[in-house]
């Protein structure tokens, strides 16, 4: 099934054809009027040198002013071969796309809303016919049925006209139109940014990135830079305030030659308070008693510590090397933000 850009935003058109596989780009006056477009020729101009193939209108009252019309668009120095000339559905719609086509040129006949008017687009030699899915369905009409219709027609008489799925309005459009079995489809990009997100999918992706974080990235390297350090002869008051400023629900307290004392976690400033109240404050680190600290080495795989996490049930593990701490690393550390 052939993909098609439906718009005439510069910036969407460039944006949807760097990914390399929509056959073209249909847009309309009125998506022109829109963009506040007033170099209609100069702007057709440009999308042809921009995409593989251009379906831009052709209007007039009569079939001779449809194909002249065309015929003056060519002359803008289109290639014959990579524009097609939309014609609203009509008798002159129909007739001028039977003389286009005698010339060997590229017809889309659009606005299409009942079976008969495809039938006539079909049996004058059409390239594509477009029925109108939103539009329809706007009007409370059966707009799938219609497009199956068309496609049956198609196939049962044998017709060389591609039938084009138009006035795509949501993703469920998209899935219907394949299902149908339509041979082209023009599709707004926003509708076409959404045809590949899945919310398993995301989850699934998130999962693979995650474990080979896991799997590839070194402690050193995951931790922020940050080392949250205090001396084992400052008192309390100042680490707390010092462990607030690094941002970290734990400072590590090491002695003069920068070993490492112990970890003070605001849990055990809790639990200090509780036992010997405000007085504590005015302690220094080094009277207090710590357990030896969980730790990791900066130079293993965050697979390892995500493993020290699991066992020990802490939030934050203490990085070392050669012995001496570098920082910390925060179980959220081992997500790739």
Known sequence: MELYLDSANLKEIEEGFKLGFLTGLTTTPTFM?????T?????IVKLSKMVPVLQI???????????KEAQRQLALGLDPA???FKIPVSLEGVRACKMLRNEGLLVNVHLVYTLQQAYMAMQAGASYVCPLVGRLQDQG????????????AVDYYGYDTK??????????????????????????LKIMKLLTENNFTTLGTDQFIQ?????TVRVKEAINGINPLVDANTNITDAIIKMTEYGFGCITVVNTDGTVKGVFTDG???????????DVLSKKMSELNYKAPVSVDANVLLNDAAGIFKKTAVDTILVTNNGKPVGMLDIQDLKND
Do not use: W, Y
């Open 57 to 67: 209108e052709a209007l007039g009252d009569s079939a001779e002013e449809i194909l």
């Open 39 to 43: 170099d209609i020729d100069g702007t």
């Open 268 to 278: 055990d400033l809790r639990r200090i308070l509780t036992e010997e109240g405000r």
């Open 82 to 84: 990579k524009t097609v």
């Open 211 to 215: 474990d080979t974080r896991l799997m």
């Open 141 to 152: 009409h059966d707009a799938l049925t219609l497009v199956e219709q068309c496609v049956d």
């Open 33 to 37: 009027q829109r963009e506040g477009i």
């Open 163 to 188: 039938i084009m799925f138009s006035s795509v309005r949501n993703v469920e459009h998209v899935r219907n139109a394949i299902t149908i079995g339509v041979h082209t489809i023009t599709v707004p």
